[in-house]
C-alpha cells in the first residue's frame, strides 16, 4: 500500500505541475483544466491542487495575471 500511494501522489503532483503550467500560458477555464488532467470533480482538482501548492487554483491563476 506504502509505495501505490507513493505513485499516486505522484501522479497527482505531475497533474497539478501541467495544471500550474496552464494557470500560467492560457486561458483556460479551472474546469476545462480539471477535465483534462483527468480528474473526477472540479472539486477534487482544487483540494488536490491547494493539498499540492497551498493556495486555490483560483488564487494562483490570479497571482499569475
Do not use: W
Not at 501505490?4 to 505541475?17: G, L, R, S
Not at 496552464?22 to 483556460?28: D, G, P, R
Not at 473526477?40 to 490570479?62: D, E, L
Request: hydrophobic letters at 30%; aromatic letters at 8%; proline letters at 3%.
Amino acid at each position: 500500500v506504502g509505495s501505490e500511494m507513493c505513485i499516486e501522489t505522484d501522479i497527482q503532483e505531475q497533474k497539478i505541475a501541467e495544471a500550474r503550467r496552464q494557470l500560467e500560458t492560457t486561458n483556460l477555464p479551472l474546469s476545462q483544466i480539471a477535465m483534462q488532467l483527468n480528474f473526477s470533480s472540479q472539486n477534487y482538482f482544487h483540494h488536490v491542487f491547494k493539498k499540492i501548492t497551498g493556495v486555490t487554483p483560483n488564487q494562483y491563476a490570479q497571482k499569475q495575471h
